[in-house]
């Protein structure tokens, strides 16, 4: 089997460097020599590669035409088509999408995917009409996905254990948010949600740039920052609110999903895609009005027909490589 490189700009958390995280482990899985390349950053992500036995390297070498190359940014992008521009024999390449463009830098960049790649990965359907549009070349629909710590017959152990780390009953209702604090995710709804909800509990965990807002938080708030472990807290949860008003792909919601909680969102494309009906809000008024129907009848699971996890990753690998 030809060997899979993966290009990044730095080794470093992110929402692109986790997708590629997760695809490596797809790849170690299916027994499948892979890489992935960028620049050192974060020691901390360098000792996350180690600890799951992922290969890495700070430089791409000698590529065969039978290898395969992933490409997650748009500096990689410009780097291999000078490299293959005047070549007949280069490797498969693919590029997948990680931002929302406009169509005008959409366009830009299609001209180069359609002359230099064999496939174009698409991880959202808010991306399908400019894809439509300007790529040429093949698509493959592999949205993002995550890959569970935990196995079932571990939940009631790992919820019972937070709950007593953060000194909450039993029959405590938890509302959890989770996410960098910036603008557009709406860290500000969550503290209104709390003052209109003094029963139950919101564990925030993150940080960032908004994180004065909590200076106004109401008692029955738990800020705990960032986390590196952010599923063992939505194991021990109730209700699980996504307050973003734009995303390509969340994977916090994914998470959510994934560990059958139940979620409120508002009624954004992506989050139609990935929910019910009755779970979208059109605002915080309705979405407060659902939070309130929810603890009353002290729900908190949901079924949903689609998990995106490990089963997820291994079908869609294998159909990108046609293995």
């Known amino acids: 089997m030809s ?14 460097e986790n997708v590629a995280f997760n695809y490596a482990r797809i790849l170690n899985k ?16 360098i000792n996350k590669l180690k600890n799951y036995k992922i290969n890495y390297k700070t430089k791409l070498n000698k590529i065969n035409k039978n290898d395969v190359l992933i490409i997650h940014t748009n500096r990689n992008l410009i780097k291999i088509f000078i490299k ?15 931002l929302e463009y406009d169509e005008k830098k959409f366009k830009r960049l299609s001209k180069i995917i359609n002359y230099i790649c064999n496939g174009f990965i698409q991880i959202t359907p808010i991306t399908e009409n400019l894809i ?11 949205q993002n996905f995550n890959i569970n710590r935990y196995k079932k017959e571990e939940y009631e152990k790992i919820k019972n254990k937070i709950r007593k780390e953060l000194n909450l009953k039993d029959d405590d209702y938890i509302a959890m948010f989770s996410g960098t604090f910036k603008k557009g995710k709406n860290l500000s709804h969550i503290l209104y949600f709390a ?3 003094p029963k139950i509990k919101f564990l925030i965990l993150g940080d960032g740039e908004e994180r004065s807002i909590l200076k106004n938080k109401t008692n029955n708030i738990i800020w705990l920052g960032r986390v590196e472990d952010v599923e063992k807290y939505l194991i021990a949860s109730d209700l699980y609110l996504f307050t973003s008003g734009k995303e390509m792909m969340p994977m916090a919601l994914i998470e ?15 989050n139609k895609y990935l929910l019910n009906k009755i779970q979208l809000c059109k605002n915080k008024e309705e979405m407060n009005q ?13 079924e949903y027909k689609t998990k995106y996890n490990f089963d997820y990753g291994i079908r869609k690998m294998k159909e990108l490589l046609n293995i």
């Open 30 to 45: 299916l027994n499948i020599e892979n890489y992935l390349i960028a620049k050192n950053q974060d020691n901390n992500f």
């Open 3 to 16: 060997k899979v490189y993966q290009l990044l700009d730095k080794f470093r958390f992110g929402g692109g």
């Open 290 to 302: 659902k939070i309130k129907e929810l603890y009353k009848n002290k729900i908190n699971y949901f």
């Open 132 to 142: 439509n549009k300007y790529i040429k070349i093949p698509v493959i629909f592999f």
């Open 195 to 197: 003052e209109k909800n």
């Open 256 to 270: 959510a999903i994934n560990y059958n909680k139940a979620c409120l969102a508002y009624n954004i494309e992506v």
């Open 84 to 98: 293959y521009f005047f070549k007949i024999n280069k490797p498969k390449i693919y590029y997948l999408q990680h």
